[in-house]
């Protein structure tokens, strides 16, 4: 069964930069279409970035594009979020999610895997 672990979340300072993983295991991730997402104190989770099956199809968060870059290595079986320009706004806690069903990706939490998430807080 697939598991995910998410790591690289930390405080950073706004402007700051951050790099995100979420490693694999029990599974390889070229089957999957992954998703990042993140769940602010009393607020929904959100989706940031997803990735396609094979890594040719991304869709991003409008409040993120241009910020924000989600790359997959299948070779490591993990998955990146590259986070620049961090904003306060940007704090949560930052989840990966995984599942075989869609073709490219949503942004919707529909994924049937997820890792345990990572604290992000930035500064300002």
């Known amino acids: 069964q697939l598991q995910l672990e998410e790591s690289g979340g930390g405080l950073v300072q706004s402007g700051g930069a951050l790099r995100l993983s979420c490693a694999a295991s029990g599974s390889t991730l070229d089957e999957y279409a992954i998703g990042w997402f993140r769940q602010a104190p009393g607020k929904e989770r959100e989706g940031l970035a997803c990735i396609s099956r094979s890594g040719g199809s991304t869709n991003y968060k409008d409040s993120v594009k241009g910020r924000f870059t989600i790359s997959k290595d299948n070779a490591k079986n993990t998955v990146f979020l590259e986070m620049n320009s961090l904003k306060a706004e940007d704090t949560a806690v930052y989840y990966c999610?995984?599942?075989?069903?869609?073709?490219?990706?949503?942004?919707?939490?529909?994924?049937?895997?997820w890792g345990q998430g990572t604290q992000v807080t930035v500064s300002s």
């Open positions: 999610a995984a599942d075989r069903v869609f073709r490219v990706c949503v942004l919707y939490p529909y994924y049937g895997y």
